[in-house]
């Protein structure tokens, strides 16, 4: 390949993004348009964030071409010095951010966290407890289709008739009768707090493992804003990319030792914390992806300021302005509100999907997704519900009074579903309203 003519065409900036431009120009440009996509629109999926420009550059380094099997210290290929001490600084941060006697950054997303928390905890066939995807479960979590579903025995629990949160007596009922080996608590689409405390009480009355998955509300507790789950849970997996604004991936904090060693593992002779590791690698994986370990490393840093503190405290009150201006104008909520980052949308009275609803509002630059609501009677490929959250646009330095205009937003597509007019024109006024803000990894590096 010739470097010099590709380096002539480049205009350098400071990322080095020119050589992708020169290199592979449809790429290139794609990228643009998804930047500009990001810029002005309103990123209101409550998974999706904006990383910042340093967690970027660290996610795209070099550290992206080396092999490193094993953990710090013992490691299957040689030159990895210096990728155990990025190993070991990530590990080290996450385990002071989070109060944790035991980390683990090589997850390669947050779906396989949750696996190797099977394979470290159950045999297949063991029964395991968790929220179905209607009532704001993870597939993970014992789905048909998933393979927690299909390797072990699904035991769900649901949600209250009436409040439309867990059902705690019911679940104790049912975790006493069903004597699970674990009990999952945490959700994708579920937007009130946990209650880890009384959830630890149940599991310990049944014997069972408790696992956390905050994969959604890693950055809230970091923030404060949510309480934490790692003094009462066994296991506790995350996503790296959502609220905490690390690279897409995933870690697992753990005690050391495992309650029920004599219990349920009397032929291991690992502890808890040697077989979350096992699991991970080398039972399900091979090499980490040292480029996403520096850029969680990099968030980890981020997460550890002040600054960080405001910033999850603002989501949530982003969340709660968003919910009570929806309210004021009729809308229904799950629940009937937010303790956390979203909100779930109650479409199901009105006389479109929420996947209809959630296109129409795509048009108009309001970025969504489609969910379930509880007791939701539409196909899941349709649902009657829209999923709601403030974490991107916090990300952009919005607050509440933004939240007000986004909820007026929403509302007039929604009261209009078929007018292409009035979608052009709140496309228009959205990316106007965009464009007074920054957004991270996009508008900071632009300006570096
Ligand atoms: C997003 C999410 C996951 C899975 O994360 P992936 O990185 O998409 O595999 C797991 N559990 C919960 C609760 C989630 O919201």
Not at 57 to 64: D, L, Q, Y
Not at 155 to 163: A, K, N
Not at 207 to 220: K, M, P, R, V
Not at 362 to 376: H, S
């Amino acid at each position: 390949m010739d470097n010099s003519a590709a380096g002539a065409i480049a205009q350098p900036d400071t990322c080095g993004r020119s050589r992708l431009a020169a290199v592979d120009p449809r790429v290139h440009e794609l990228l643009l348009k998804q930047e500009q996509q990001e810029r002005t629109t309103l990123k209101l999926i409550a998974s999706e964030n904006f990383a910042s420009a340093a967690v970027l550059e660290a996610t795209g380094s070099i550290f992206t071409n080396k092999y490193a099997e094993g953990y710090p210290g013992a490691r299957y290929y040689e030159g990895n010095a210096i990728v155990d001490e990025l190993e070991s600084l990530a590990l080290e941060r996450l385990r002071t951010l989070f109060g944790s006697e035991h980390a683990n950054v090589q997850p390669y997303s947050g779906s396989p966290a949750n696996q190797a928390v099977y394979r470290a905890l159950l045999r297949p066939g063991d029964r395991v407890m968790g929220l179905p995807i209607p009532e704001g479960g993870h597939l993970t979590h014992g789905w048909a289709v998933n393979f927690s579903g299909t390797d072990y025995k699904r035991v769900p629990y649901g949600l209250h008739e009436e409040t439309q949160q867990i059902d705690y007596d019911r679940l104790r009922e049912t975790a006493k009768r069903e004597r699970p080996k674990l009990i999952w608590v945490g959700g994708t689409a579920y937007p009130r707090a946990f209650d880890y405390a009384l959830m630890a009480e149940i599991a310990s009355e049944a014997n069972t493992y408790l696992a956390a998955d905050i994969a959604h509300i890693s950055g809230l507790i970091v923030a404060e804003a949510h309480p934490n789950p790692v003094p009462h849970c066994d296991v506790v997996t995350s996503t790296s990319h959502k609220s905490i604004r690390g690279p897409r991936g995933g870690f697992i904090l753990s005690k050391n030792e495992d309650r029920y060693q004599t219990l349920y593992h009397q032929q291991s002779k690992y502890n808890l914390a040697k077989r979350i590791d096992r699991a991970v690698f080398p039972e399900l994986q091979g090499g980490p992806h040292v480029n996403t370990i520096a850029g969680l490393a990099v968030a980890l840093q981020e997460a550890a300021s002040p600054s960080f503190r405001t910033y999850g405290q603002q989501i949530v009150k982003n969340a709660k302005a968003l919910a009570q201006a929806l309210l004021d104008r009729g809308y229904d909520l799950v629940t009937g509100g937010t303790d956390n980052h979203m909100l779930i949308l109650d479409l199901w009275t009105r006389p479109l999907s929420g996947k209809a609803y959630a296109g129409r509002l795509a048009k108009a630059g309001i970025i969504t997704n489609f969910n379930m609501v509880p007791g939701d009677t539409r196909d899941p490929s349709v649902t009657s519900g829209i999923r709601l959250g403030t974490p991107a646009v916090t990300s952009m330095g919005m607050r509440e009074g933004e939240m007000v205009q986004i909820a007026a937003f929403i509302d007039l597509i929604c009261s209009k579903p078929d007018d292409a007019d009035v979608q052009a024109r709140v496309r228009r006024d959205v990316a106007d309203f965009c464009a007074a803000f920054d957004v991270p990894g996009i508008s900071d590096r632009k300006a570096a």
